[in-house]
């Protein structure tokens, strides 16, 4: 009876998900597989347009604004950057405060009831585990397919201009925020790190396009940013702000959001993301602060993930420096190839058993978590208990603790009271916790290397198998136990050799941890920031950043890193710091498409339609001719600006000739947020306009929405040259064109330097003529054809060739 209810409401709170309204689109059931064919991106990809198109509704918008307005979009940013931090900075404390009390209460109902019958002890754990992980994977295959994994990989591929359908939705960001709570809390094998970065970069893309039509949470004030240049600086303030707040490392999140997503960076941007992390870091010490006095149920000292070992070993001998070199040749081993089984195992997983459904979705998370939990429990019950050393009054560390407490030395299936059960302090104990263990100074011949190796065997077993199942899952933290357990292997290996009375094995846990990071996801400078950040010890950074150069280079020696190696597998055609070495070989005419498919400047409607269904293509030369017949390419036309065009209709024409835009004779009708594409979503598509029979008929000028000005490359340049140009600022189209046959000027730096005062006291490094040209500029604004050359010459040009 109780089931068929709890079914019931399923169901009804199913269906009122789903009557929602529907304006943001994309959801699909294979978020971040991309299928692509034939060279054309598939449905489940698209480019980003951080050209700027200046077009003729783009050159009336500057001319009405001044410099009030470049102050007030300035504020704005700063301001949102404001709004970023905050919203980050609580959802990091609403996740975390969930985990810990959902792990707080498990762990002491489960403590309670052993105390009677393990049996039933073993039932309640697992069942508590099951529903957690149920309840994650359920939001996310029924409700947000986006949400599942780090999510990671597909914001660097947005930073890099790749728009995945899905992933920066509101409802993305639900389910991110309650499936890391249920899959973190049911003691997967998995962190909420990462699907943190990917709920700060949902929140600063929602507020950049000012909140979610979809489930009317839009606000008309907020929709400020129109480009998708100003919402990919947004997004990068959110990946930072991500992993400030996951690691309470503010600098730590900047280097990181300029380490490894971005692919363009600005000083100005990095004021902003900095701004970001420093109100992260406010936001979450005021909660810490306020949780200190109770108000917080069982979030305690752990939660927010920060292990200080400053009274730690403070130094280190030369003859250390080879044991700490072998943890980083382990952790690049180690690391290429939990990189290499994940790739397989996550290959089979998208292709095979993924495609049967979302049953089989279910049932595979909710199987991991059964071996998990069966793991976590059994195995510290076949260890036997060891006794409580001598109790130390100035270390502060008390034997034996109570399983899901913070502390060392666990009293688990133990037949003594002043016994504790090694397996279970670091297995049967949330992962924050099981680290602080693995870190802590002091606690000598706590752990026997058998019960470190048999953690170290099935938890990175649990790790490998347990991602890319259906559920948020990050691998900052499992990579972290990963490593600290065969760190303080080595350091109770240097201990007994070495026999000195001040080396810790904490210090070379936290090397291990370091190592694995570093062999797994190629990470360094940011990296080695967030690990002194967490551990609140300078002193080991030296022996920090040796351990990680080594890893690197030796997992770079297998295979590449975890989320370009994830990016692969979800077919996101990400654009590396580096072109490849065959390209410099080859030269550009050899790279781009046989086939140009192009509009006339004045084009029928139904020409319009026919090509735009006919093929994928997202740009389109538009060609006019001269008075003597010569073609002359006048410009690029987005098929999205060309879809507004045709589900608006006011622009429809009879004529077949091109119409006059000079001097204002025509009367602007679009404006450029009209052309602006939702994040994350399909946007308008030719199955969504509706002509009729009378309007195919019709005729559309493009020259005064086309972008006159796109980058050209000769046919002969090196694709080495075109890549770093395309990457480099970011473009989605570029022309290759016959070598030029003549030159009509030549820019130098000189030239750039152009200041808005003439009393400057730099105005000696222009030369005559830029000054001269400059004044001209200034004394003729009144002049509309001088405010657009290049635009107004166009059209004049293209009038009266008609």
Same mark, same amino acid.
């Given at each position: 009876?109780?089931?068929?209810?709890?079914?019931?409401?399923?169901?009804?709170?199913?269906?009122?998900?789903?009557?929602?309204?529907?304006?943001?689109?994309?959801?699909?059931?294979?978020?971040?597989?991309?299928?692509?064919? %034939?060279?054309?991106?598939?449905?489940?990809?698209?480019?980003?347009?951080?050209?700027?198109?200046?077009?003729?509704?783009?050159?009336?918008?500057?001319?009405?604004?001044?410099?009030?307005?470049?102050?007030? @979009?300035?504020?704005?940013?700063?301001?949102?950057?404001?709004?970023?931090?905050?919203?980050?900075?609580?959802?990091?404390?609403?996740?975390?405060?969930?985990?810990?009390?959902?792990?707080?209460?498990?762990?002491?109902?489960? =403590?309670?009831?052993?105390?009677?019958?393990?049996?039933?002890?073993?039932?309640?754990?697992?069942?508590?585990?099951?529903?957690?992980?149920?309840?994650?994977?359920?939001?996310?295959?029924?409700?947000?397919?986006?949400? /599942?994994?780090?999510?990671?990989?597909?914001?660097?591929?947005?930073?890099?201009?790749?728009?995945?359908?899905?992933?920066?939705?509101?409802?993305?960001?639900?389910?991110?925020?309650?499936?890391?709570?249920?899959?973190?809390?049911?003691? *997967?094998?998995?962190?909420?790190?990462?699907?943190?970065?990917?709920?700060?970069?949902?929140?600063?893309?929602?507020?950049?396009?000012?909140?979610?039509?979809?489930?009317?949470?839009?606000?008309?004030?907020?929709?400020? =940013?129109?480009?998708?240049?100003?919402?990919?600086?947004?997004?990068?303030?959110?990946?930072?702000?991500?992993?400030?707040?996951?690691?309470?490392?503010?600098?730590?999140?900047?280097?990181?959001?300029?380490?490894?997503?971005?692919?363009?960076?600005?000083?100005?941007?990095?004021?902003?993301?900095?701004?970001?992390?420093?109100?992260?870091?406010?936001?979450?010490?005021?909660?810490?602060?306020?949780?200190?006095?109770?108000?917080?149920?069982?979030?305690?000292?752990?939660?927010?993930?920060?292990?200080?070992?400053?009274?730690?070993?403070?130094?280190?001998?030369?003859?250390?420096?080879?044991?700490?070199?072998?943890?980083?040749?382990?952790?690049?081993? +180690? $690391?290429?190839?939990?990189?290499?089984?994940?790739?397989?195992?996550?290959?089979?997983?998208?292709?095979?058993?993924?495609?049967?459904?979302?049953?089989?979705?279910?049932?595979?998370?909710?199987?991991?978590?059964?071996?998990?939990?069966?793991?976590?429990?059994?195995?510290?019950?076949?260890?036997?208990?060891?006794?409580?050393?001598?109790?130390?009054?100035?270390?502060?560390?008390?034997?034996?603790?109570?399983?899901?407490? @913070?502390?060392?030395?666990?009293?688990? @299936?133990?037949?003594?009271?002043?016994?504790?059960?090694?397996?279970?302090?670091?297995?049967?104990? #949330?992962?924050?916790?099981?680290?602080?263990?693995?870190?802590?100074?002091?606690?000598?011949?706590?752990?026997?290397?058998?019960?470190?190796?048999?953690?170290?065997?099935?938890?990175?077993?649990?790790?490998?198998?347990? =991602?890319?199942?259906?559920?948020?899952?990050?691998?900052?933290?499992?990579?972290?136990?990963?490593?600290?357990?065969?760190?303080? *292997?080595?350091?109770?290996?240097?201990?007994?050799?070495?026999?000195?009375? &001040?080396?810790?094995?904490?210090?070379?846990?936290?090397? $291990?941890?370091?190592?694995? *990071?570093?062999?797994?996801?190629?990470?360094?400078?940011?990296?080695?920031?967030?690990?002194?950040?967490?551990?609140?010890?300078?002193?080991?950074?030296?022996?920090?950043?040796?351990?990680?150069?080594?890893?690197?280079?030796?997992?770079?020696?297998?295979?590449?890193?975890?989320?370009?190696?994830?990016?692969?597998?979800?077919?996101?055609?990400?654009?590396?710091?580096?072109?490849?070495?065959?390209?410099?070989?080859? /030269?550009?005419?050899?790279?781009?498409?046989?086939?140009?498919?192009?509009?006339?400047?004045?084009?029928?409607?139904? %020409?319009?339609?026919?090509?735009?269904?006919?093929?994928?293509?997202?740009?389109?030369?538009?060609?006019?001719?001269?008075?003597?017949?010569? #073609?002359?390419?006048?410009?690029?036309?987005?098929?999205?600006?060309?879809?507004?065009?045709?589900?608006?209709?006011?622009?429809?024409?009879?004529?077949?000739?091109?119409?006059?835009?000079?001097?204002?004779?025509?009367?602007?009708?679009?404006?450029?947020?009209?052309?602006?594409?939702?994040?994350?979503?399909?946007?308008?598509?030719?199955?969504?306009?509706?002509?009729?029979?009378?309007?195919?008929?019709?005729?559309?000028?493009?020259?005064?929405?086309?972008?006159?000005?796109?980058?050209?490359?000769?046919?002969?340049?090196?694709?080495?040259?075109?890549?770093?140009?395309?990457?480099? +600022?970011?473009?989605?189209?570029?022309?290759?064109?016959?070598?030029?046959?003549?030159?009509?000027?030549?820019?130098?730096?000189?030239?750039?330097?152009?200041?808005?005062?003439?009393?400057?006291?730099?105005?000696?490094?222009?030369?005559?003529?830029?000054?001269?040209?400059? &004044?001209?500029?200034?004394?003729?604004?009144?002049?509309?054809?001088?405010?657009?050359?290049?635009?107004?010459?166009?059209?004049?040009q293209g009038h009266t060739s008609s």
């Amino acid at each position: 009876m109780l089931s068929n209810h709890f079914q019931n409401g399923i169901e009804t709170a199913r269906l009122a998900w789903s009557r929602l309204p529907n304006a943001e689109e994309g959801e699909q059931e294979d978020i971040g597989l991309v299928q692509r064919s %034939d060279g054309s991106s598939g449905g489940g990809v698209e480019s980003l347009d951080y050209e700027v198109v200046e077009n003729y509704a783009y050159w009336e918008e500057q001319e009405q604004r001044g410099k009030l307005y470049v102050g007030y @979009y300035v504020m704005v940013k700063w301001f949102f950057s404001l709004l970023i931090g905050i919203g980050t900075g609580l959802a990091a404390v609403f996740i975390n405060l969930s985990v810990e009390n959902f792990a707080g209460w498990k762990f002491a109902l489960t =403590f309670s009831i052993i105390q009677k019958s393990y049996v039933a002890g073993f039932i309640v754990y697992v069942l508590i585990n099951l529903v957690l992980v149920f309840s994650s994977v359920y939001i996310v295959t029924n409700f947000a397919p986006a949400a /599942a994994g780090s999510g990671i990989p597909e914001i660097k591929g947005y930073l890099n201009g790749i728009d995945i359908h899905g992933i920066l939705l509101f409802r993305t960001l639900i389910g991110k925020i309650f499936g890391s709570i249920g899959s973190v809390g049911g003691g *997967l094998a998995l962190g909420k790190e990462g699907p943190l970065v990917h709920t700060g970069a949902c929140i600063a893309s929602l507020l950049g396009q000012g909140g979610s039509t979809k489930y009317h949470l839009s606000s008309r004030w907020l929709q400020v =940013f129109t480009s998708d240049r100003d919402r990919r600086d947004l997004v990068t303030c959110g990946c930072a702000a991500g992993v400030a707040a996951a690691f309470r490392a503010p600098v730590g999140g900047v280097l990181f959001a300029l380490e490894e997503v971005t692919s363009w960076w600005r000083s100005q941007l990095m004021w902003r993301v900095f701004f970001t992390s420093a109100v992260v870091a406010v936001v979450v010490r005021t909660a810490m602060g306020w949780c200190k006095s109770g108000n917080c149920g069982h979030f305690g000292s752990g939660g927010f993930i920060i292990w200080d070992i400053s009274g730690a070993q403070e130094d280190y001998s030369f003859e250390e420096m080879l044991p700490m070199a072998i943890i980083g040749v382990i952790g690049g081993l +180690l $690391g290429a190839l939990f990189n290499q089984l994940t790739r397989y195992i996550s290959y089979w997983r998208r292709n095979h058993l993924h495609k049967k459904g979302n049953r089989v979705k279910i049932i595979e998370a909710c199987l991991v978590s059964l071996i998990t939990s069966f793991i976590s429990f059994g195995l510290p019950l076949l260890r036997k208990c060891s006794p409580c050393p001598d109790s130390d009054p100035d270390s502060g560390i008390e034997c034996p603790r109570p399983p899901g407490m @913070y502390g060392n030395y666990v009293n688990f @299936y133990c037949s003594k009271d002043k016994e504790y059960n090694d397996l279970a302090t670091i297995f049967f104990n #949330t992962q924050d916790d099981a680290i602080r263990n693995l870190f802590s100074a002091k606690t000598i011949h706590e752990y026997s290397a058998q019960s470190l190796l048999t953690f170290l065997v099935m938890f990175y077993t649990l790790a490998v198998v347990t =991602f890319g199942t259906a559920v948020p899952a990050g691998q900052f933290v499992p990579g972290i136990m990963i490593g600290s357990t065969y760190g303080r *292997l080595v350091g109770m290996f240097v201990v007994n050799f070495y026999k000195k009375l &001040h080396i810790e094995e904490g210090t070379y846990a936290l090397l $291990g941890a370091a190592s694995f *990071l570093g062999g797994s996801m190629r990470m360094t400078v940011s990296l080695c920031v967030i690990m002194v950040e967490i551990t609140n010890n300078l002193k080991l950074l030296p022996l920090i950043m040796l351990v990680l150069l080594i890893s690197k280079a030796v997992g770079d020696a297998f295979n590449e890193g975890l989320y370009e190696e994830q990016a692969q597998l979800r077919g996101i055609p990400l654009l590396e710091s580096r072109p490849k070495y065959h390209m410099r070989k080859m /030269a550009a005419k050899e790279a781009c498409g046989q086939r140009v498919v192009s509009f006339p400047r004045v084009v029928k409607v139904a %020409d319009v339609v026919s090509i735009l269904r006919s093929n994928k293509h997202n740009g389109f030369p538009v060609i006019d001719h001269t008075r003597n017949g010569e #073609t002359l390419v006048i410009g690029l036309m987005l098929r999205s600006h060309m879809l507004v065009l045709l589900q608006s209709k006011v622009d429809f024409q009879h004529s077949p000739l091109p119409s006059d835009t000079r001097a204002g004779s025509r009367p602007i009708r679009h404006t450029p947020s009209e052309f602006v594409k939702p994040v994350s979503s399909k946007g308008l598509t030719l199955d969504d306009i509706h002509l009729s029979p009378d309007d195919l008929e019709m005729y559309i000028d493009l020259a005064p929405f086309l972008n006159p000005s796109p980058y050209i490359v000769p046919e002969d340049m090196s694709l080495t040259k075109v890549y770093n140009l395309f990457r480099q +600022l970011g473009l989605r189209h570029i022309f290759v064109v016959p070598r030029p046959s003549r030159v009509i000027g030549l820019i130098t730096r000189k030239d750039l330097l152009i200041e808005d005062n003439e009393e400057s006291a730099t105005v000696e490094l222009q030369s005559t003529s830029v000054r001269a040209r400059h &004044h001209d500029r200034r004394f003729s604004m009144g002049n509309e054809d001088a405010e657009r050359p290049l635009l107004n010459g166009l059209l004049v040009q293209g009038h009266t060739s008609s």
